[in-house]
């Protein structure tokens, strides 16, 4: 399976934008790109996923660049509710894609 | 609401005994699993099932078990045979297993404690 790189942490300050990067460089034209997180003692939450364009919901957006090597997830006005850990995940269509494999992610802290 | 509800939320057992994790969901969701987090790392899968009566290992089956008898239920049994249970337990639907576009639905977790 395709892997991802994460920082392991970020900063960010209440209602400013917050940019979490994720390289996945072996990632193959069949893997989709999705994200979740994990507020403390919680179950993870779907955020968003995308192949190759663009992608925004309610909650984020995703910016995939052109050779699909990299990611990046954007929350516009960071709240104190967004401090969590962000998980990167490829899935891949086909074979075993009904799992979704966590790596550590990025802890994210949002100060007042 | 619609959601998966997991209990009980904290779970303390002595080392050799059984336990079972409940796990119900009323998203009408056809695939269900099961994963284990520890601290500081990421989820593992243990077990999923795809469909009522069926269900296969994950990555870390051993020591567990799990029945799907019905649709919005899926119980986790963690056995004697479990070498490490103490870990966090999270229960997870989606609406079918097999097309990666569609999200996994989690539940709060159960944190099992062995001593």
């Known amino acids: 399976d395709a892997k991802t790189t994460q920082p392991n942490s970020m900063e960010s300050n209440e209602e400013e934008p917050v940019h979490l990067p994720c390289n996945h460089s072996?990632?193959?034209?069949?893997?989709?790109i999705h994200w979740y997180r994990q507020l403390p003692s919680q179950g993870p939450e779907y955020v968003i996923h995308?192949?190759?364009s663009n992608v925004n919901n309610r909650m984020a957006s995703l910016a995939i660049a052109e050779d699909r090597k990299s990611s990046t997830l954007i929350l516009h006005r960071a709240t104190l509710r967004d401090a969590a850990v962000y998980y990167c995940?490829?899935?891949?269509?086909?074979?075993?894609?009904?799992?979704?494999?966590f790596g550590k992610g990025t802890l994210l802290t949002v100060n007042p | 609401d619609g959601g998966i509800t997991q209990s009980p939320k904290y779970l303390f057992r002595k080392e050799g005994q059984n336990v079972t994790l409940s796990c119900e969901q009323n998203?009408?969701?056809?695939?269900m699993y099961w994963y284990r987090q520890d601290p500081g790392q990421g989820l593992r899968l243990i077990y999923y099932?795809?469909?009522?009566?069926?269900?296969q290992k994950g990555d870390i089956a051993e020591g567990y078990s799990v029945s799907r008898e019905k649709k919005e239920s899926f119980p986790l049994t963690v056995t004697s045979a479990q070498k490490n249970p103490t870990a966090f337990y999270l229960c997870?639907?989606?609406?079918?297993?097999?097309?990666?576009?569609?999200?996994?639905?989690f539940g709060p977790g159960t944190r099992l404690t062995v001593t």
């Open positions: 997870a639907s989606s609406r079918t297993a097999n097309q990666i576009s569609y999200e996994q639905y």
């Open positions: 072996t990632i193959s034209g069949t893997d989709y």
């Open positions: 995308g192949l190759t």
């Open positions: 995940i490829l899935r891949r269509s086909g074979g075993s894609n009904y799992k979704l494999t």
């Open positions: 998203l009408n969701h056809d695939a």
């Open positions: 099932s795809q469909i009522v009566n069926d269900f």
